[in-house]
């Protein structure tokens, strides 16, 4: 598989419950980034945690890190009907340009 | 709260065409990013361009592709002679920091290439 794989593919919940969604990386990183993106719209930054963080909070987001693993895991907390989105983790290896390698994204959908 | 803006939101061109895709980033951002995202794929890395030049492209920004800050405000992206396969959306971003902070996305431009 490639950098950055989101884990499941797609995620059906109720309305104030929790969404769990993860992430798997191959290379070393500088940080991972979650975005959020609705349809037909650009991507939303959400969440950037560093390498040497294992975990980060943002209202009712929160990303955990495990860089021995490889892996990060984002969780929404109480979902609501706008949460309902695609959302990707993206990892900067630190490279000169930064660039950012994508996964394919966990489609969330928040039924009310 | 300041945005990436990217015009046109959609453009229709010929195969073979030149095509300008504009983005005005943030106005206190450095680094400048290029992605596009083909229907149903993943979001790729195209370029990112830095100081006035590129810092690093991808495999997929050949010799038909090519950027640039005209002026101070607008960063442009250039494809000189379109393909069917270029059609796709293309986000253009910055950030304050490169490596140490967030990137910021425009939109996108809807690229269709008949």
């Known amino acids: 598989s490639q950098q950055g794989e989101e884990d499941p593919q797609a995620l059906s919940i109720q309305e104030g419950e929790n969404a769990t969604m993860n992430c798997s990386y191959k290379?070393?990183?500088?940080?991972l980034q979650w975005y959020r993106q609705n349809s037909g719209r650009g991507l939303v930054h959400l969440i950037l945690?560093?390498?040497?963080?294992r975990e980060k909070h943002s209202g009712r987001l929160r990303v955990t890190l495990d860089t021995s693993k490889k892996s990060s895991s984002l969780l929404i907390t109480a979902s609501r009907a706008a949460d309902t989105a695609s959302y990707f983790c993206?990892?900067?290896?630190?490279?000169?340009?930064?660039?950012?390698?994508f996964g394919g994204g966990t489609r969330v959908l928040v039924k009310p | 709260e300041p945005e990436v803006t990217q015009t046109p939101s959609h453009q229709v061109t010929q195969m073979g065409q030149e095509v300008i895709l504009r983005c005005v980033p943030i106005?206190?951002?450095?680094?400048f990013y290029w992605y596009r995202q083909i229907l149903g794929q993943k979001v790729e890395f195209l370029v990112s361009f830095y100081n006035n030049e590129i810092s690093e492209k991808s495999e997929i920004f050949d010799d038909q592709f090519s950027v640039e800050r005209p002026d101070g405000s607008n960063f442009t992206l250039k494809i000189r002679s379109t393909k069917l396969e270029d059609s796709a959306m293309y986000f253009c971003?910055?950030?304050?920091?490169?490596?140490?902070?967030?990137?910021?996305f425009g939109d996108g431009t809807r690229l269709s290439i008949l």
């Open positions: 290379t070393s990183i500088n940080n």
């Open positions: 945690i560093r390498s040497n963080e």
């Open positions: 993206a990892t900067d290896a630190g490279a000169a340009g930064n660039k950012l390698t």
């Open positions: 971003a910055s950030s304050e920091r490169g490596g140490l902070g967030p990137q910021h």
């Open positions: 106005s206190n951002h450095l680094y």
